[in-house]
T-cell receptor, first 116, second 116 residues
Framework: AQTVTQSQPEMSVQEAETVTLSCTYDTSESDYYLFWYKQPPSRQMILVIRQEAYKQQNATENRFSVNFQKAAKSFSLKISDSQLGDAAMYFCAYRRWQGGSEKLVFGKGTKLTVNP | GAGVSQTPSNKVTEKGKYVELRCDPI?????LYWYRQSLGQGPEFLIYFQGTGAADDSGLPNDRFFAVRPEGSVSTLKIQRTERGDSAVYLC??????????????FGPGTRLLVL
């Protein structure tokens, strides 16, 4: 079964600094998709970044980038030049495709605090 | 609309009552998903619709839970004989299509259900 593990329940970073959130996953599939979602107190899950497993190049979106290590099944998120608005819960998710069904499997999340 | 909308935003009910939670997906999105997020956890998959049909309802916890999407757009999650353990945030998401394409799922703001 696919599982997603986020080993850091909480992280903090100073404004303008860089922080890395960890995520590991377990799968027997060779082709899959990985996502990072941000959930502020408003509850809305917002896509931060996605990575296709068949792509060797790490995905980047402005200040957000990932370090995708396929062999190690690791998918960490790096936030550069942290801003106060980055404070939120961050969830790593694995896209599971099986038997005609598609679903996301989420980790338990990491709460990120940004200190001014 | 511009995004996924869910109503009501909050719902308080008494144990044993029946509740309906509504989801309006992004226009044109054929795939629709329901997830449940308990306190301190990541979202967990409940059910996936492709068009009008439930392609995968394996995440529904028991037969008190049921969901419909009669016209392939709006979906309603129905919970009978609610229990205190049903208290959670119910999230809806939609994507342009599924079928193994890895399309991004866009989430609504959720409905917070509290069963007293």
């Amino acid at each position: 079964a696919q599982t997603v593990t986020q080993s850091q329940p909480e992280m903090s970073v100073q404004e303008a600094e860089t922080v890395t959130l960890s995520c590991t996953y377990d799968t027997s599939e060779s082709d899959y998709y990985l996502f990072w979602y941000k959930q502020p107190p408003s509850r809305q899950m917002i896509l931060v970044i996605r990575q296709e497993a068949y792509k060797q190049q790490n995905a980047t979106e402005n200040r957000f980038s990932v370090n995708f290590q396929k062999a190690a099944k690791s998918f960490s998120l790096k936030i550069s030049d942290s801003q106060l608005g980055d404070a939120a819960m961050y969830f790593c998710a694995y896209r599971r495709w099986q038997g005609g069904s598609e679903k996301l499997v989420f980790g338990k999340g990491t709460k990120l605090t940004v200190n001014p | 609309g511009a995004g996924v909308s869910q109503t009501p935003s909050n719902k308080v009910t008494e144990k044993g009552k029946y509740v309906e939670l509504r989801c309006d997906p992004i226009s044109g999105h054929t795939a629709l998903y329901w997830y449940r997020q308990s306190l301190g956890q990541g979202p967990e998959f409940l059910i996936y619709f492709q068009g009008t049909g439930a392609a995968d309802d394996s995440g529904l916890p028991n037969d008190r839970f049921f969901a419909v999407r009669p016209e392939g757009s709006v979906s309603t999650l129905k919970i009978q004989r609610t229990e205190r353990g049903d208290s959670a945030v119910y999230l809806c998401a939609s994507s342009l299509k599924a079928l193994g394409s890895g399309e991004t799922q866009y989430f609504g703001p959720g409905t917070r259900l509290l069963v007293l």
